[in-house]
């Protein structure tokens, strides 16, 4: 049987698109709830500017829960040097990095150039204890909202930048914008594994266009077998206000579970978690199955 | 340059399930747009019960105007030899059957077994005069509301059993309650196609469980060409009520035009077709594409 590694994000991800701010207990129930659904991994957190982002002030006390959990592996979210030195001050045992290939939404993003961002990357990787995993993203891989369609070549050069400088790192390319179409996730995969022989990649998709699962799916049958998504598909997409974002965790396990691919969670459980979530006030929710199941109990 | 046809159903399936009865004047304009966005292909309506289905008491209308349309191909659906009579004598040239290969689904849908119906679609096919297209719809051939998982050898056994009464017919596998996931889609297409080569095949995708985009690139992948699909993904699931059913034409547009895939159809005139059609009062609408670029304009 094979079997892919699902990364919930909505704890991140998805919280982080959320005004209001969730107290701090029930972002740690959600983890409790999730990790007996079966999540083990997960990105927690994010080590941020507390003004910036006052969502995530929390960051080391949700880490801290989410590291109590038996055999999680919670991953948090690092911006620049200064924040990857106070998440590992914290413990952080697996930190994420995220960069853009396009100029417009790296400097939009973080007000750098991608080589800056790139350098501090470099830095970041000198500064991790031994055996602390690292996952890079790359954002806009595919496509970005100002620039359009990223050229294969960016990312390629970009890839050919940073992979030397932490060859274990597990690197996702990102559909920042949902527009990526399933050819386009399989002709970028199969180069960059091509020229990059023995990464660990990823894949991060959103479902603003409906094509969340299709694209990840697309990328499994090139030979990816780690996936982003998010509870209740929380998110939202910050370009497209209103519509979807990140693709929901519970479609891709729908998918994934009936095509006999163990995902190590227990989609049933994990239906009711994201019908939890899909009710925290302020939240832009996603995906089919959670309203599929619901009204099929309704109607039953 | 590779090419799809779509079939759009909404003016048939789509209005179908819209309680409040549509003007025919309304379902006429519609028409139209669809036509004016590149629209050839289209379900236009169904010939049945009139006190069964009052939305489609004007199915004389309707096609006559959807055949005053250059190029535009309508099909018509038909429950039974008496209304395939009706929609020739109503000048149909292109006929649409559908029948279950489940027996629970089959009953309830026609009140008859699937080897009645076969009987019958026999029947039909010896009414046509020379040069009546034909479109069979096999219902449930992957998943039944009833008995859930339907077994290929089933489909299989059915299709043999058909085939030869109509070699020229177009056959449609449908999800009927969209349960079905990308593996079996692809098994079932591959045992299709190499045991009755020659067949122009088609799909019918439903999006309730958010695979509709997913499941359409499989069979696409498989070697179908002709696909179904609901403007503004009006339809509804009747097995899961309030949620999705048949997947919209403007995802798979995205999806096929993103991917160089010639449709025949102008996607951002599509769209705002689809608006359209989403404000009729009483449907059950789907799909992200048009709610992402709605929310992008609105954004900008």
């Known amino acids: 049987m094979d079997s892919i590694e699902l990364v919930e994000v909505g704890p991140r991800d998805g919280f982080q698109s959320v005004g209001p701010v969730i107290p701090t207990k029930d972002k740690i129930a959600i983890l409790h709830a999730l990790h007996a659904a079966g999540i083990r991994r997960v990105e927690a957190t994010s080590f941020v500017s507390e003004t910036a982002v006052p969502q995530m002030a929390d960051a080391v006390e949700v880490l801290h829960a989410a590291q109590a959990l038996d055999g999680c592996d919670p991953q948090v979210l690092v911006p620049n040097l200064r924040h990857a030195e106070r998440a590992l001050r914290a413990g952080a045992r697996h930190v994420a990095f995220v960069l853009s290939v396009s100029e417009a939404h790296n400097r939009s993003n973080v007000k750098r150039s991608p080589a800056e961002s790139a350098a501090e990357y470099g830095r970041i990787v000198d500064l991790l204890p031994d055996g602390t995993k690292l996952r890079l993203n790359l954002a806009t891989a595919f496509d970005c909202p100002y620039d359009g369609t990223v050229d ?4 390629l050069a970009l890839l050919e930048r940073l992979l030397p400088l932490a060859p274990h790192a597990e690197i996702a390319l990102c559909d920042t914008t949902g527009r990526v179409v399933p050819s386009h996730v399989s002709r970028l995969f ?44 929380l998110g939202g997409c910050p370009f497209a206000p209103g519509a979807t974002g990140n693709v929901a965790t519970e479609d891709l396990l729908w998918m994934f579970e009936g095509m006999q691919v163990d995902t190590g969670v227990d989609a049933a459980a994990f239906v009711d978690v994201a019908r939890q979530v899909a009710a925290i006030p302020g939240g832009q929710t996603g995906g089919r199955v959670r309203e599929a199941l619901s009204s099929k109990r309704c109607a039953a």
């Open 152 to 155: 294969d070549e960016a990312t």
């Open 190 to 233: 199969e180069k960059s594994m091509s020229a990059f022989p023995g990464v660990k990649w990823a894949f991060h998709a959103h479902d603003t266009y409906g094509l969340g699962a299709a694209n990840t799916l697309t990328a499994y049958n090139a030979g990816v077998r780690v996936f982003d998504a998010s509870v209740a598909g």
